[in-house]
């Protein structure tokens, strides 16, 4: 079993729309959850991170963590096509995990 | 803030040499390198992990002989790929944590390298 898995998608949502992202992970001993963006041929860039139960707001994403389902999910309001990208999903707890990403088109 | 370079940021090489990449915390002291590769399509898969003025600890599989990391500050890491082949073409990613409590990594722009 994977430490973090993702959905490899791809996930199409028409521009405006909210895009939802999951993630779920397996050690309950995790502390810290993070969200990347990776555009093709570019290295990952971080959007947010969360370790606390419930949502984080950071402009149009929120982050959502339930620890009792070991869920972590992303949200993306009022989606743009340049928010077309690889979504990479990690877990901390003494090292990183990566999940294997979801591809995300936004259709003008 | 939070930036880290990476040089160069493509090589093409001979089989056989071997290659240096340099990883660079630009604005910040990180307390914990990583290195990543990446093939075409595939997800990020960390190579090792490196604390200034230690040995690196390396991932299941890679070897270390091969892939020398030296952490020699704590805003420089270098990853020398040594005896390169055709096969060890990929995307060579390296990040930086500044360990704070969400312990979040910053990763650089990566280095694409092509062995002939």
């Known amino acids: 079993q994977k430490e973090v898995e993702q959905n490899s998608g791809p996930l199409s949502v028409p521009e405006g729309a909210i895009a939802s992202l999951n993630c779920t992970y397996s050690d309950r001993g995790s502390q810290s959850f993070f969200w990347y963006r990776q555009y093709s041929g570019k290295s990952p860039e971080l959007i947010m991170f969360?370790?606390?139960?419930g949502d984080k707001e950071d402009g149009r994403f929120t982050a959502q963590l339930n620890k009792a389902s070991q869920y972590v999910s992303l949200l993306i309001r009022d989606s743009q096509p340049s928010d077309s990208a690889t979504y990479l999903c990690a877990a901390h707890f003494n090292k990183f995990y990566f999940g294997s990403g979801t591809k995300l088109n936004v259709k003008p | 803030g939070a930036v880290v370079s990476q040089h160069p940021s493509w090589v093409i090489c001979k089989s056989g040499t071997s290659v240096k990449i340099e990883c660079r915390s630009l604005?910040?002291?990180?307390?914990?390198m990583f290195w990543y590769r990446q093939f075409p399509k595939q997800s990020l898969m960390l190579m090792a992990t490196?604390?200034?003025?230690?040995?690196?600890?390396?991932e299941q599989g890679v070897e270390k002989d091969k892939f020398l990391i030296n952490h020699a500050s704590l805003t420089l890491s270098t990853l020398t790929v040594t005896s390169a082949h055709p096969e060890d073409s990929s995307f060579y990613i390296c990040?930086?944590?500044?360990?704070?409590?969400?312990?979040?990594?910053?990763f650089g722009p990566g280095t694409r390298l092509t062995v002939l």
């Open positions: 604005d910040f002291q990180a307390t914990t």
């Open positions: 969360i370790y606390s139960n």
């Open positions: 490196s604390n200034e003025g230690s040995k690196a600890t390396y």
């Open positions: 990040s930086a944590s500044v360990g704070g409590p969400g312990n979040e990594q910053f």
